[in-house]
């Protein structure tokens, strides 16, 4: 219901920003739209038409319209058997149209045209006077006119898609934050000797899941560093707020770190910060905070400005989720369906940095979680990264981090 709710928010802005006459159509009730429609000359039609002809020509069009819209980039333009124009974009929904907006009728030639040649011909010869009059008050529309008309209800429709899925996965977030914090908390009030430590190792670990756009595992950590500072927080929200402006500036360096604008990212930053103090009970806080998460994880991997930003994006992940076992580039070739040559050429070209480059900064990146851990050995954290020789593990981490793996577990990370 969000996304047809969205639609009718969408069709009654357009119609009073453009003065055209705009509604829903439901994919799923091809016949359902006739009631929606409010335009006097399309009931006048109608009605014609089901007097002389005893059906309607239009039946299903404006479904047509929306399914032929799927197909040509969300957006289409088209004629009625009558003759008047409409234009239509499609709202989608696990990449499938279950909705769409229609704006229309309007002419697209001069209204005698319409009315000698258009109109006279659906009816076979003479056309009411009442049709007459309310073809007289259709708008006309030169040709470049509606295309832009057109590219604008296709973002718009685009972006209130976007907008209603973002907040979707924000609620089922949400609800599975407070479950998790509420977990959390349990655990800490069952314990019968509780550290009011503050948990800086899950702040790393926090940082380095963000640094490689993991949600999911950013999302668990953070549900435990949260369950903390509410269990420390003795209800003090101010407390809460101050320990929440510190978790900020640690998810924007992370962002920053897996690759994220800093200009962006600092810009969300001082909103962000400004925010927090509007806030007066955790209930808003929690999806505020979680909302964040999403952003800062999501602009890690924006590729907007690159030419093969979805292929990118695949290997890389390809990459975090197969770090510790051997990778190849003809396994990563197999799994992209893209050649070796020009795998290895739009990543260097997009990206600044080889493949192999990359797959060693995956591992040093999961190597420092797992050297955090003072039970595994450290030969075994060369392993468990994807290192298949112990030397070379160190060689590489050292380039990366400045420190040997046994500094940077002495240092417990602080570098």
């Not at 076979?124 to 049709?131: A, D, P, V």
Request: with cysteine; glycine share 6%.
């Amino acid at each position: 219901m969000k996304l047809y709710d969205s639609a009718m928010s969408i069709a009654n802005t357009f119609e009073i920003a453009n003065n055209i006459n705009c509604f829903m159509v439901d994919v799923k009730e091809p016949d359902g739209y006739h009631c929606r429609i409010k335009n006097t000359f399309c009931k006048v039609c109608a009605s014609l038409q089901t007097e002389r002809k005893k059906q309607l020509e239009c039946e299903n069009i404006h479904r047509h319209g929306i399914m032929q819209a799927e197909k040509w980039g969300g957006k289409y333009e088209y004629l009625c058997p009558a003759g008047a124009a409409f234009i239509c974009a499609t709202l989608q929904e696990n990449g499938e149209a279950q909705c769409g907006i229609a704006a229309g009728p309007f002419l697209m030639v001069d209204l005698k045209e319409f009315i000698n040649e258009d109109l006279e011909q659906v009816f076979s010869g003479e056309i009411t006077r009442n049709l007459r009059i309310q073809a007289g008050e259709l708008p006309y529309l030169n040709s470049g006119r509606v295309s832009h008309m057109a590219n604008i209800l296709t973002m718009i429709t685009a972006y209130a898609v976007e907008h209603d899925n973002y907040q979707m996965r924000i609620m089922q977030q949400v609800a599975k934050s407070q479950s998790d914090i509420y977990d959390s908390l349990q655990e800490l009030k069952d314990e019968t000797i509780y550290d009011n430590e503050y948990p800086i190792r899950q702040e790393k670990i926090l940082k380095s899941y963000i640094a490689q756009g993991d949600k999911a595992a950013a999302q668990k950590v953070l549900n435990e560093i949260l369950g903390h500072i509410f269990f420390c927080s003795g209800g003090g929200l101010e407390y809460i707020k101050a320990r929440i402006i510190e978790l900020i500036v640690i998810l924007s360096r992370a962002a920053i770190e897996g690759g994220a604008d800093v200009n962006e990212v600092f810009g969300l930053n001082r909103n962000y910060i400004s925010e927090v103090q509007s806030f007066t009970s955790l209930d808003d806080l929690n999806p505020w905070l979680a909302g964040i998460l999403i952003r800062f994880t999501n602009i890690v991997f924006e590729f907007s400005a690159t030419k093969h930003a979805e292929q990118i994006k695949h290997i890389m992940t390809y990459v975090r989720r197969n770090y510790m076992m051997k990778i190849t580039l003809n396994d990563i070739s197999s799994d992209t369906n893209l050649s070796v040559s020009y795998l290895s050429k739009i990543f260097k070209d997009e990206t600044g940095q080889n493949i192999s480059a990359y797959i060693n900064q995956v591992r040093v990146e999961n190597a420092k979680l797992f050297l955090l851990d003072e039970s595994i050995p450290i030969t075994d954290v060369s392993y468990l990264s994807g290192f298949d020789d112990q030397s070379y593990f160190s060689k590489v981490f050292k380039k990366l981090s400045g420190l040997t793996p046994g500094k940077y577990r002495e240092m417990k990370g602080n570098i």
